[in-house]
C-alpha cells in the first residue's frame, strides 16, 4: 500500500522484531500491527510518529532505519544517529537558538510556513549555503509555487480550506514539459524556470504579507514582548519585526533578517551566518524533521489519500516497470489478451502497462493496478479515471492473468508476483485469486471507495476510448 507498511515489513524482519513487541510497546491489539505490516491498510502520519517512539525504546537502529526508509531520500546521507522527528531533539547548538527553530510549525492553519521554509533550504543547498547575497521574495516563493506544484496539480491533494496556494497555482498558465511530469527535472529548476516567467505580481503581494514576518517570531519572542508588539490579527507583528530583526541580529540571532527596515519596502532577506553553518552542518536531519511536519500536516488534510508520503514531495523517478511487463507477456505467451478499452488483440511486442487506478492518485506500480494496453490507448487514457463500464473486462482480465500465469510460474514464484493482489485485495488466501466471483468482490470493495476518493480529490471521471 504505502510506505509505512513496507517500511515496518523491512525493519522489523532485519532487526528481528516480533510484531507482538511492537503492538504491546504501542499499546494496541496485535492484528493492528499485522495489516500494517501486510500492508492491508496505512497508519496514519501520527500514528507513524507513534510508531517511530515504540520501536525507539525496542531499538534505536531500527527506529532510525524506519525513518530513513519512509522518508526515503529526504534523510540520505544524514548521520546515522542523528535522524530524528521530534522537534525536541533537533541537534543542539551554542551558536543559535535550537529551541526557537523547534516552534516554527506551532499552530499552523495553512500551508505556507512548510513550503517557505522547506524552500529556503532548497535554495540554500543549492546556493551551498553561501549567505552574503540577499534571497529575494520572488525566487523564494518560485520555489513554493514550485515546491506546492506537484502535490497539487500533479496529485490534486488539499492544502486546507483557509489555504490559498492552490489558487494561486491555478492562476497561471503553464506549459509543463515531458521532463517535469517524467520526474526527470529532479532539482525542478525548468518548472522553476517556468513559473518565474509568469507574472507573479499577485502570488508574491500574497505570500510575503505575513509569512516571512510571522516565520521569524518565535527567534524574537523576547524582544517583540518588549516593544508590546501584538501577534494577534492586524499587521502589528509584520510592521515591527524588520527593525527588530535588524537590532538584534548579531545578538540574538534570528534566522535571518530583511533588507529594509520599514515592513512596506521589503523584498529580499539575509539569513545569519551562523544559522547557515548549523543548517549546512545538520541539513539532512533539519530537512528530515520539517519534510515529517509537512507529511502530518497534510496528511490531517488528505486523511483517507493513499501512499501520501510519496505525492507531497517531487518523485525523484518513475519506477521500472520491467518484472510487471514480463509478467504479462508470460501471460500473452500462453493466452490471448485483448485491450479492454479498445478491444485491438495485444502482442507482446507492441505492449503498454495502464494504470487502471491512476499512478498519479495511487503513486505505485503494483500488479493489482496494471493491465496491459496498446501504447495508444494507454496514452490517451492518461491520468483520467476509467468509466464504470470497464470494471468487468479489467477484473476478467485479472482473473485471464491470474490463472494463466498460475499455470504457468512455479507456486513460489505465482505468490510472490501475485502478493500485492493479496495484500491490496485483502484476500485471507491466495487461492481465492482464482475464483473469479471472489476475486471480482474483493475488486469492488477495493476500486469503488478509491474512484470515489479519486473524483472528490479532481481526477476526471467516466473516461472511455474513443
Not at 190 to 211: E, G, H, M, P, W
Not at 254 to 273: A, G, R, V
Not at 296 to 307: A, L
Request: glycine share 2%; hydrophobic share 40%; net charge negative.
Amino acid at each position: 500500500m504505502g510506505k509505512a507498511g513496507q517500511a515496518l515489513k523491512q525493519v522489523l524482519t532485519s532487526y528481528d522484531i516480533s510484531q507482538s513487541q511492537l503492538a504491546t510497546e504501542l499499546g494496541v491489539e496485535r492484528p493492528i500491527v499485522f495489516r500494517w505490516f501486510h500492508e492491508q491498510t496505512d497508519p496514519t502520519a501520527e500514528t507513524v510518529a507513534e510508531i517511530v517512539r515504540a520501536i525507539q525504546i525496542i531499538d534505536p537502529e531500527a527506529s532510525r532505519e524506519f525513518v530513513e526508509i519512509y522518508l526515503g531520500h529526504l534523510t540520505t546521507n544524514a548521520p546515522t544517529n542523528l535522524i530524528r522527528l521530534d522537534s525536541g531533539q533537533l541537534p543542539e547548538s551554542d551558536q543559535v537558538d535550537v529551541v526557537a527553530l523547534s516552534r516554527l510549525f506551532s499552530n499552523i492553519t495553512t500551508s505556507y510556513k512548510y513550503l517557505f521554509f522547506l524552500s529556503l533550504l532548497d535554495i540554500l543547498k543549492r546556493r551551498q549555503f553561501e549567505v552574503l547575497s540577499s534571497i529575494s521574495f520572488k525566487e523564494i516563493i518560485v520555489e513554493m509555487l514550485a515546491n506546492a506544484w506537484y502535490p497539487h496539480t500533479y496529485f490534486k491533494l488539499s492544502f486546507g480550506t483557509q489555504d490559498k496556494i492552490a489558487q494561486k497555482l491555478d492562476s497561471l498558465t503553464l506549459e509543463i514539459t515531458a521532463s517535469i511530469l517524467k520526474f526527470t527535472d529532479t532539482n525542478k529548476k525548468l518548472l522553476r524556470t517556468t513559473i518565474a516567467f509568469q507574472d507573479l505580481s499577485d502570488s508574491i503581494n500574497y505570500l510575503k504579507r505575513y509569512v516571512p514576518f510571522r516565520l521569524i517570531a518565535p527567534f524574537l519572542d523576547a524582544e517583540l514582548k518588549a516593544a508590546k508588539v501584538s501577534k494577534g490579527r492586524g499587521n502589528d507583528l509584520e510592521k515591527a519585526i524588520p527593525a527588530i530583526a535588524d537590532h538584534y541580529f548579531d545578538s540574538q540571532k534570528p534566522l535571518y533578517k530583511f533588507d529594509q527596515t520599514d515592513y512596506n519596502h521589503c523584498e529580499s532577506i539575509f539569513i545569519h551566518p551562523d544559522w547557515a553553518t548549523y543548517l549546512e552542518k545538520h541539513y539532512a536531519i533539519i530537512r528530515g524533521w520539517a519534510s515529517w511536519e509537512w507529511v502530518k500536516y497534510m496528511q490531517q488534510r488528505n486523511p483517507n489519500t493513499p501512499n501520501i508520503v510519496s505525492k507531497i514531495f517531487m518523485p525523484q523517478q518513475r519506477g521500472s516497470l520491467s518484472s510487471q511487463t514480463k509478467y504479462w507477456k508470460q501471460v500473452l505467451a500462453v493466452q490471448p489478451v485483448s485491450c479492454i478499452y479498445s478491444g485491438q488483440l495485444l502482442d507482446q511486442e507492441n505492449l503498454s502497462l495502464d494504470h487502471y487506478l491512476p499512478w498519479s492518485f495511487v503513486a505505485h506500480d503494483q500488479l493489482w493496478n496494471l493491465i496491459p494496453t496498446h501504447p495508444s490507448v494507454n496514452a490517451s487514457k492518461s491520468n483520467n479515471l476509467p468509466s464504470v463500464t470497464y470494471f468487468n473486462d479489467f477484473v476478467e482480465l485479472q482473473y485471464l492473468g491470474l490463472t494463466a500465469s498460475y499455470q504457468v510460474l512455479s507456486h513460489q514464484k505465482w505468490l510472490k508476483a501475485v502478493e500485492s493482489h493479496i495484500s491490496e485485495l485483502k484476500m485471507s488466501d491466495a487461492e481465492d485469486l482464482l475464483d473469479i466471483e471472489k476475486l471480482r468482490k474483493a475488486y469492488e470493495l477495493t476500486i469503488h471507495p478509491l474512484m470515489s476518493l479519486a473524483t472528490i480529490q479532481g481526477f476526471s471521471p467516466d473516461w472511455s476510448y474513443h
